[in-house]
């Protein structure tokens, strides 16, 4: 039904479905009905709900049983993906974190998620592995918060197909400039994943795309493009919690970013925004970007 009223949207080409929730029948069956509707599944994300216990931690919970649990459903899940063409596993570890002063044992955690994550990407290496990072919720620590973080945490594993999922409302709340993470990313891995939405950095508000942040936005565009990402933008907005028809807000968000999309040329060939920034000249590159957003 979801996806059925996803593939009504203009230009809507690809979606991601969580695993093991939207993969309830075999992943052959769930690809063909998705590819019916016209679409493509660009991947699959990781959702560790199944057992209780996980919320103590998947790759990072005491209980080495459970931990195991996690990997395996994790291999499952990319084994599923294989299965459908979409090679993309996204990993949020949102329940690997802490709580408290004295309820973890970092150094331990540190190398129990290194190990789950290597582990992970070992079991299939041509499928990638992509981490997407935030800095809380549900824990009140997450142990891989931010991009220098998740960047130590990959170069640690020592796998080749392993990047990172650039949520915009997480890079916000995380106290990041979006288009200044996308660059270390590229420097150090490698970008898999992009989640457009908006916020306030405060928290995960899954707000429409340049709703609050139209210059970060297209400042991130504008970056990733320059890094020749070329894979799939998600919107990844909460539509329901104020009642938005979900196609209407998607359309908006899909509107929104082909028109930042047609002004990366202009951004390109702009030379006194390339001269202004530079030389660190805030009110002049202001200026050039705020003559190319109003189209002038």
């Not at 016209?38 to 049983?65: C, E, H, I, S």
Request: hydrophobic share 40%; proline share 6%; aromatic share 8%.
């Amino acid at each position: 039904m979801m996806v059925r009223r996803a593939a009504s949207v203009p230009g809507l080409s690809h979606v991601d479905l969580n695993y093991p929730d939207h993969v309830l029948e075999e992943p052959k069956v769930v690809q063909a009905e998705v590819n019916d509707l016209g679409l493509q599944v660009n991947g699959l994300a990781m959702r560790y709900y199944t057992n209780p216990a996980l919320k103590l931690g998947a790759f990072t919970n005491p209980d080495r049983a459970v931990r195991q649990e996690a990997i395996d459903l994790t291999k499952r899940g990319i084994d599923a993906a294989l299965e459908m063409g979409a090679p993309l596993m996204t990993l949020w570890l949102g329940q690997d974190g802490f709580d408290y002063s004295f309820q973890g044992d970092y150094p331990r955690m540190w190398e129990d998620e290194i190990g789950g994550i290597r582990e992970v990407a070992e079991h299939a290496p041509d499928c990638m592995i992509s981490i997407e990072y935030k800095p809380n919720e549900p824990r009140s620590y997450a142990l891989l918060p931010d991009v220098a973080t998740t960047l130590l945490a990959i170069a640690e594993t020592g796998c080749g197909n392993i990047g990172v999922t650039l949520d915009f409302a997480h890079v916000l709340y995380a106290d990041e400039m979006p288009a200044y993470a996308a660059t270390l990313i590229a420097r150090k891995s490698r970008l898999l994943g992009v989640h457009l939405n908006d916020g306030y950095a405060k928290r995960d508000d899954g707000l429409m795309v340049g709703s609050v942040h139209p210059q970060a936005t297209l400042e991130l565009l504008w970056q990733i493009t320059r890094d020749g990402y070329d894979g799939v933008i998600y919107f990844d907005t909460f539509p329901d919690a104020s009642g938005i028809d979900p196609v209407e807000e998607c359309r908006t968000n899909i509107e929104t970013v082909e028109r930042f999309m047609n002004m990366v040329p202009r951004l390109n060939a702009d030379n006194l925004l390339h001269d202004a920034i530079a030389g660190q000249n805030s009110p002049l590159s202001q200026r050039a970007v705020a003559r190319i957003m109003s189209g002038a």
